[in-house]
């Protein structure tokens, strides 16, 4: 081993601690310095290579530096392309907003008009918010358990999470919780519970403005709502004139398995919100899709200096051509989701079922039914070479995002490392009870 390297890592580390603020913390969780990375491996400044299985939080359906999207990049650079343009008419953004409907849109029968807000996911949210309530005159929105809409304080208001909502600083306001699909167990469907204190006028709760979901709940615990229950709240959305918005920020893009995560269900939200993988590349960008009859925004009534970012246009434009013109890349993730799928499976039977797994195409979630083995196996994957994180209302589900373009070798390879350090910790855990995680905190 290169001692020199190594101690230029733990320079790099120390200063990072030192100018950083505390606010970090995928770099507490991963303690190395990551210099380069291609498909689902990335490197570090020693030479380790690490499977990723966290793909960016979602970020990377595509992989790193995938070299197909990164092609139209550097030929929109080379031929001195408008990067920032405000939201004026570009031809990335038209080519971009042609491309989407042509093959994403219009082969689904949707039709959508393009908001292009800020670049952030919860920027996005926090549009798709204020729209709701511009349109129907009304302040309450209704989210669910366990949701996850983003940091900012109007979309944080819509977020579950208590280890977030303490990071407000204020009263939150303006949402109002219901059970999320199973929330309450498998035998009470709160559907039926939501339309009944719509339904009674002294339920105490205000007719929304919107209803606020995921299809599947990434940071909540990759908890899955089906059909038939979405459906139900669609409806639900509809007796009351609320407006019924899908967020789609990690879970679209085909993550799991159709473009949209709502496809399966054939409901049809008024807005849906997308961002992460969107760019194909990594690079910011969020967007609405919004009906025509919702789209009742004045001209700068929300608007932003990086909406619309160029060249993340010119990357999602290529990853649409390239990825979505067919039906043939969906019918591979969810092929790779099956597979992953029987593999955590089998792990769980192999270390004594007492685990659960769950979730949709390839976002998958291996509930470890304790935050300390949860914690503890994460570690051991990371020293072994694999990348993944947790979530769940303590951090007790592994999470489980590799890219959607990761080789069925590499697939294997990080099953294999996750299984081994689960049998691992499971060992040490057995031997010296409460000592299965090492309290370094949230990773995400």
């Given at each position: 081993m290169d001692m020199d390297r190594v101690t230029g890592e733990s320079r790099g580390l120390l200063a990072l601690n030192d100018l950083e603020s505390n606010v970090r913390i995928y770099s507490r969780f991963f303690p190395e310095i990551f210099s380069r990375a291609r498909g689902s491996i990335m490197l570090t400044n020693g030479g380790r290579k690490v499977i990723d299985f966290l793909s960016g939080a979602g970020t990377l359906n595509y992989g790193h530096n995938n070299h197909r999207i990164k092609e139209a990049l550097i030929e929109y650079l080379r031929n001195d392309s408008v990067i920032h343009g405000l939201d004026m008419a570009t031809p990335a953004k038209i080519a971009f907003m042609e491309t989407f409907s042509s093959a994403i849109l219009r082969k689904r029968g949707m039709k959508y008009r393009f908001h292009f807000t800020g670049p952030t996911g919860a920027n996005a949210v926090e549009a798709a918010l204020k729209l709701s309530r511009k349109v129907t005159g009304r302040h309450?929105?209704?989210s669910f358990t366990n949701g996850y809409h983003g940091l900012s304080l109007g979309a944080l208001a819509a977020s579950g999470n208590g280890f977030y909502r303490q990071g407000?600083?204020?009263?939150l306001s303006g949402v109002t919780f219901m059970p999320y699909d199973g929330y309450l167990g498998p035998d009470y469907d709160t559907a039926d519970y939501l339309r009944k204190v719509f339904l009674d006028k002294s339920s105490g709760i205000d007719p929304p403005a919107a209803i606020l979901v995921e299809c599947v709940q990434g940071e909540g615990g990759i908890n899955v709502a089906s059909k038939?229950?979405?459906r139900s709240v669609e409806a639900a959305a509809k007796d009351v004139h609320a407006l019924f918005i899908v967020d789609d920020i990690q879970m679209g893009c085909g993550r799991t398995g159709d473009f949209f995560s709502f496809e399966f269900a054939g409901v049809s939200p008024d807005i849906v919100i997308l961002s992460k993988s969107l760019?194909?590349?990594?690079?910011?960008?969020?967007?609405?899709l919004i009906k025509d009859e919702v789209d009742a925004w004045q001209p700068g009534e929300h608007t932003g200096t990086f909406r619309g970012n160029n060249l993340a246009l010119a990357s999602a434009n290529a990853a649409i051509d390239i990825y979505w013109q067919d039906q043939t890349f969906s019918q591979n993730v969810k092929r790779m989701g099956e597979l992953m799928r029987a593999r955590l499976e089998a792990t769980s039977l192999k270390h004594g079922n007492s685990f659960h797994v769950r979730g949709r195409g390839m976002a998958l979630g291996f509930d470890c039914q304790s935050a300390e083995i949860a914690e503890g196996t994460a570690h051991k994957a990371f020293e072994k070479g694999l990348m993944v994180e947790r979530c769940g209302h303590i951090d007790q589900v592994v999470k489980f995002l590799p890219a959607l373009t990761i080789d069925t070798e590499t697939l294997d390879q990080g099953l294999d490392l996750f299984d081994q350090s689960l049998g691992e910790t499971l060992k040490q855990a057995a031997?010296?009870?409460?000592?299965?995680g090492q309290g370094v905190g949230r990773a995400g």
């Amino acid at each position: 081993m290169d001692m020199d390297r190594v101690t230029g890592e733990s320079r790099g580390l120390l200063a990072l601690n030192d100018l950083e603020s505390n606010v970090r913390i995928y770099s507490r969780f991963f303690p190395e310095i990551f210099s380069r990375a291609r498909g689902s491996i990335m490197l570090t400044n020693g030479g380790r290579k690490v499977i990723d299985f966290l793909s960016g939080a979602g970020t990377l359906n595509y992989g790193h530096n995938n070299h197909r999207i990164k092609e139209a990049l550097i030929e929109y650079l080379r031929n001195d392309s408008v990067i920032h343009g405000l939201d004026m008419a570009t031809p990335a953004k038209i080519a971009f907003m042609e491309t989407f409907s042509s093959a994403i849109l219009r082969k689904r029968g949707m039709k959508y008009r393009f908001h292009f807000t800020g670049p952030t996911g919860a920027n996005a949210v926090e549009a798709a918010l204020k729209l709701s309530r511009k349109v129907t005159g009304r302040h309450n929105v209704l989210s669910f358990t366990n949701g996850y809409h983003g940091l900012s304080l109007g979309a944080l208001a819509a977020s579950g999470n208590g280890f977030y909502r303490q990071g407000g600083g204020l009263p939150l306001s303006g949402v109002t919780f219901m059970p999320y699909d199973g929330y309450l167990g498998p035998d009470y469907d709160t559907a039926d519970y939501l339309r009944k204190v719509f339904l009674d006028k002294s339920s105490g709760i205000d007719p929304p403005a919107a209803i606020l979901v995921e299809c599947v709940q990434g940071e909540g615990g990759i908890n899955v709502a089906s059909k038939e229950w979405l459906r139900s709240v669609e409806a639900a959305a509809k007796d009351v004139h609320a407006l019924f918005i899908v967020d789609d920020i990690q879970m679209g893009c085909g993550r799991t398995g159709d473009f949209f995560s709502f496809e399966f269900a054939g409901v049809s939200p008024d807005i849906v919100i997308l961002s992460k993988s969107l760019s194909g590349y990594g690079l910011p960008l969020s967007v609405l899709l919004i009906k025509d009859e919702v789209d009742a925004w004045q001209p700068g009534e929300h608007t932003g200096t990086f909406r619309g970012n160029n060249l993340a246009l010119a990357s999602a434009n290529a990853a649409i051509d390239i990825y979505w013109q067919d039906q043939t890349f969906s019918q591979n993730v969810k092929r790779m989701g099956e597979l992953m799928r029987a593999r955590l499976e089998a792990t769980s039977l192999k270390h004594g079922n007492s685990f659960h797994v769950r979730g949709r195409g390839m976002a998958l979630g291996f509930d470890c039914q304790s935050a300390e083995i949860a914690e503890g196996t994460a570690h051991k994957a990371f020293e072994k070479g694999l990348m993944v994180e947790r979530c769940g209302h303590i951090d007790q589900v592994v999470k489980f995002l590799p890219a959607l373009t990761i080789d069925t070798e590499t697939l294997d390879q990080g099953l294999d490392l996750f299984d081994q350090s689960l049998g691992e910790t499971l060992k040490q855990a057995a031997r010296f009870p409460g000592a299965g995680g090492q309290g370094v905190g949230r990773a995400g």
